[in-house]
């Protein structure tokens, strides 16, 4: 009769320990892969015979003076989406003034803070080669 070897033997255990003294920042699903061993087992390996906790890098991006000018031009469009929605329009002429208004009291400091955000965004699309634009914005 032949059994099965463990997965939660020395040699794994020793792998996974060595895999994360080489990268520590690799995740257990990129782990398991490369080791051959189901990710469950490697989250037991790490948990149980490691005693270490296993968790999601939450990367977050620092905030740059681009950063403001995208909180800018948003802060300004979701303005412009609060004018309007608690707006009742009887007539398309109303809708038109409305919207008229609304024109008219765009800034040019606004405009110029929009036409940046266009700028930098195509700046980046042409850097990443054409890449899709929504993972820009």
């Known amino acids: 009769m032949s059994y099965a070897k463990p997965v939660r033997c020395g040699e794994n255990i020793e792998a996974v320990l060595m895999s994360v003294e080489a990268t520590p920042k690799k995740s257990v699903r990129r782990r398991s892969a490369e080791l051959g061993v189901s990710q469950s087992s490697v989250h037991r390996i790490l948990r149980h015979d490691l005693k270490m906790k296993p968790y ?3 990367v977050h991006q620092g905030l740059t003076p681009e950063n403001a ?12 989406q609060d004018q309007m929605s ?48 929504e993972q820009l914005l």
């Open 56 to 58: 999601h890098i939450s």
């Open 69 to 80: 000018l995208q909180r800018r031009t948003m802060c300004a469009w979701f303005l412009r």
């Open 86 to 133: 608690g707006e009742q329009f009887q007539t398309l002429n109303d809708l038109k003034s409305l919207v008229e208004r609304l024109i008219r009291a765009v800034t040019p400091e606004q405009c110029e803070d929009t036409i940046q955000h266009f700028l930098l965004r195509m700046r980046r699309c042409v850097q990443r080669d054409g890449g899709h634009i």
